[in-house]
């Protein structure tokens, strides 16, 4: 499904989030400035954006693109041509234990077949100290943000990204991904119990997305 929506993705995501989405990601990488010096992990990198925006700022730092959807990264490659760009599944990632210093997923958490493996093995490719920020749509709990993601989920997702697309049936799984994910404090709940610290999370643009910033104990 990733691979057939790629060439419309990155157009289709500043619409449908009116350009909040580049907003969202730089307040998630600010999140990184706490995190020890060393290799960074952009998971579920998909077209590279934040990648692009890890390699801005980190320009002589070694950043590992990763996801699941080769044609997914194809798309972006040009944004960072220095990283490194890896095919590979979230739950069984290919690096040795405590490789990098900082992980950063941006909304692909919600996408993985099993959202604690994956956090597993985020908790596994960090070196002690490292630090791990999740920017995601969670199922909100506030009732102003549940009647949003409704509306948007069900009508404005698989009607506009369906149309631009040409995949209605894509657009209408990530409406359902929303819908059927964590809430944030569930989430929280699942990094704590994988070996996580130090959680702090916040949300953004009125509950509509959300960052969790989690750390290994040195």
Request: hydrophobic share 45%; net charge positive.
């Amino acid at each position: 499904m990733f691979e057939r929506i790629a060439p419309t993705y990155d157009r289709l995501n500043g619409l449908l989030s009116a350009g909040l989405d580049a907003r969202w990601r730089r307040r998630a990488i600010g999140e990184l400035a706490l995190a020890p010096p060393g290799p960074v992990l952009d998971l579920c990198a998909g077209t590279m954006d934040l990648t692009a925006a890890l390699a801005n700022e980190r320009p002589s730092g070694r950043i590992v693109a990763v996801d699941f959807a080769e044609s997914m990264l194809q798309k972006g490659r040009h944004k960072a041509p220095l990283a490194e760009v890896v095919v590979a599944d979230a739950t069984a990632l290919p690096f040795p234990d405590a490789t990098f210093a900082a992980v950063i997923c941006g909304f692909g958490m919600r996408n993985l077949s099993d959202t604690r493996r994956g956090a597993e093995e985020v908790r596994r490719v960090l070196a002690p100290g490292g630090l791990f920020v999740t920017l995601e749509f969670f199922r909100p709990s506030r009732p102003s943000a549940r009647l949003f993601h409704a509306t948007y989920a069900k009508l404005v997702l698989p009607t506009v990204g369906g149309w631009l697309s040409g995949d209605r049936a894509a657009y209408g799984y990530l409406a359902r991904s929303m819908i059927g994910f964590l809430t944030r404090a569930q989430y929280e709940g699942l990094l704590s119990a994988v070996g996580f610290d130090g959680l702090r999370a916040f949300d953004l643009t009125f509950g509509v997305a959300s960052i969790v910033r989690a750390e290994v104990r040195p």
